[in-house]
């Protein structure tokens, strides 16, 4: 090897030996998070009542990576990005990464996932596997998810195309989408794929139907002005390494949305 090669290896490696011994900068930090705690297996309080989940579990785990210390308090999705960005909260718990939120808040992945919609099981609604399937039906949506983009612009599609029109709802949370799929207000709410497994096994009045759609990378958002989002993703990605985090997702029995490296701000 010549002398050149060998010298920048070593410049290479010090680099990364100095990055790993980077003192964290959100060490002896107590991090204040929000996340909408009635997303189970994502994030969700307990029996016990002690906050839950996997995005949860990994959060606090990334957090302890860092020195820091994670408090986390129950609230809407729509809440998220205002307080991120009027910095009430360090961390947002569940957030997709698309283009738009990119360009407000910085979003660092946790899994790849996508959504498919959970119906009645005694119900009559089954879904072919395309969007044009949802023309005369209903749809429970949780306020500010990605879903909610896609729902409205195949609303439109039916519209056009004459078919019967797509009825949309949103509801301020997961469990009144569910209340209403399942009382009969609506016929279908979207879920995750990295949930729906979980979800039908413990309770078999679910079950899934139709398409997969918007599929991407999903975790957490921390706000642009923070500037933390590449120590975040370091943490992640150290629990990858260590084997921490494919332990998490082993115990929610989501091995199949793992990623294989965090990267902030994915969407493209």
Known sequence: MNKTLTGLLLASFSTLAAAADAPSPLADKTLHGIMQNDYEPIAFVDEQGHNSGYFYELVAAAARKLNATLEVKNGTFDTFIPGLQSQRFDVALGTDATVPRQQVVDVVPLIAAGYSF??????????????????????AALAGQSTIDALNAQASRCQQQGKPALRVAIFPSRSAAWLAAKSGQAELTPVYTGEAGWITKKDPDWRVTGPVFDSGQSGFAVSKTSGHAQAWAGAINALIADGTYLQILSRYGVQSVALKESQVNPAR
Do not use: E, K, N, Q
């Open 118 to 139: 959970i119906t009645r099981a005694s119900g009559p609604v089954t879904l072919a596997d395309s969007l044009d399937a949802l023309c005369g039906h209903s749809v």
